[in-house]
């Protein structure tokens, strides 16, 4: 009895765990967009109207004269709008779920997992349309296509790594939230996200590099636009980078959230 | 092996809810940086006990002798000050009604997520659910949202999904008197069952009759401490002589009275929010 128990034990809770991860990802999409009129749509209509907005500034006012920029700006816009939503989403992970902290053997690491799957999946929903755009302003796509799943895993763990630190300091410092709310707006500006960091001046370039996203921004644009291999060096650090944030910050929400239950 | 719980020496200890604690920067700095202050209460104090394979454990006490906290501490949700809890099997709780539940979602739908939230696969949901539905009598409101549903339909909905996890331990704090008396008697039929199946069980409950009809030993909890665990008849009639002669409100004295608590979000147990001072403040 015993001995099957044990047998057991382990794919049983992976597949629980996936299960889980499924079915909370699942019930954030329908009750994101429950009885509202355009639904889904609304995934699209939040990233294409900055696009217009950024595209009428820079191309009209400012008369940027970067080829093919609408597409370069609307990969910018949407691989940061997941970076954003999910860390910023994170920060309610854990306080919106009390039910589930308090059920006995619930994995709470689990819960920034579904926020940055939920929108990992309004990401893949724009994917259609980055390609329209691309297709429309006559870019070929290249083989260096199948990078595209690496940069996005890569791009997971980064993000995931964030959104477990967010979601265990937001239980206990409720500023969290809007403090990454400033923080995030202003790191849109200074993130090459309207453009490329090859026109920063050479002095603030050092900062530059210090960025995660510029990368990851970039290598879908090597991929995308200039149809070339992502700089794989740069990704990989990003990678590690990820990798290890993952372990520490993992281990800080364990730590924190043997008191989630009392703390709300 | 498993079904053993193990208790031992446990003390929870709380920090006092404490209103004007500084939950933002802001308020931070207007206090001159005084983080909170230290301020302690004993929900529990060195309990110890155990409880071999098969057996049934019924926890009594007044409001706020830690029962809850207990059976909390027991299935793993939040760990004790000092002591230790050592529990093997597969635990099945059922500490709140209706886990993952989502008023927008229809009924199919929230079953699924109860189910898997409460631990179970897709798989095992899917298997069951046609018994779930069964149980709950709801066939033909499956597909409408659960706000459409009442107090007595919800409830019975969360109870016929809790009530399928199959445990081999089973923690129940206080949440068999749902429904009208037939679903009742159905509740009672199916935690009798689990006993038949030689199911470990704690049950947390202010109602004599319902200790001594389930249960093999009891437990009375006061102010955190055992007043006395042994054989259910015996503690059952010492609490009850007790209740009878100090000054208290008698709180829940008959199985129909967890109705009108289920009125409240997640059927909690009033106790819970008197124990846990965090509880309380975090619905203001």
Known sequence: ?264 | MAGTIVVEGVSKRFRHWEPNRAMTLQELVLRGFRWRRRDYFWALADVSFQVTPGRMVGIMGFNGAGKSTLLRLVAGVGRPTTGRVKLHGRVGAILELGVGFNPELTGRENIFISGVCSGLTRREVSERFDSIVAFSELAEFLDYPLRTYSTGMHVRLAFAVASHIEPEVLLIDEVLAVGDLAFQKKCWDRMLSFKRNGCTGLLVSHAPQAVLALCDDAIWLDHGRVVAYGPAEQVVGQYVEATGTLPKPPVGESVGSGDGRSDESGARSPEVRAVVPGAGGGRS
Request: charged share 15%.
């Open chain 1, 1 to 264: 009895m015993v001995t099957t128990v044990a047998r057991w034990a382990l794919p049983r809770s992976l597949e629980h765990r996936r299960d889980l991860l499924r079915e909370l990802v699942v019930r954030d999409m329908k009750l994101r967009y429950k009885r509202s009129y355009l639904g889904i749509a609304w995934t699209l209509v939040n990233p294409l109207a900055q696009l217009l907005v950024y595209s009428f500034v820079f191309r009209v006012l400012f008369r940027v004269t970067t080829p093919n920029y609408t597409p370069y700006i609307f990969i910018g816009i949407t691989c940061w709008g997941w970076f954003q939503a999910a860390v910023l989403e994170s920060t309610m992970a854990i306080l919106a779920n009390r039910d589930l902290i308090r059920q006995p053997g619930f994995p709470a690491a689990l819960l920034p997992n579904v926020t940055v799957g939920t929108q990992l999946v309004h990401f893949l929903l724009t994917l259609p349309v980055l390609f329209g755009l691309v297709l429309v302003s006559g870019i070929p796509i290249t083989r260096a296509v199948v990078w595209l799943p690496f940069i996005i895993l890569v791009q997971y763990v980064l993000t995931l790594s964030f959104s477990l630190l967010a979601a265990c300091v937001h239980v206990n410092f409720r500023d969290t939230q809007y403090l990454l709310g400033v923080f995030l707006m202003l790191a849109f500006f200074l993130t090459p996200i309207l453009y490329d960091t090859s026109i920063v001046p050479e002095r603030y370039r050092a900062l530059y590099q210090l960025n995660p996203m510029a990368y990851l921004i970039d290598a879908y644009r090597a991929v995308l636009i200039r149809g070339v291999r992502p700089h794989l060096a740069a990704l990989a650090v990003v990678g590690v980078v990820g990798v290890v944030q993952l372990r520490l910050f993992y281990l800080l929400f364990r730590r924190a959230s043997t008191s989630f239950v009392e703390e709300f």
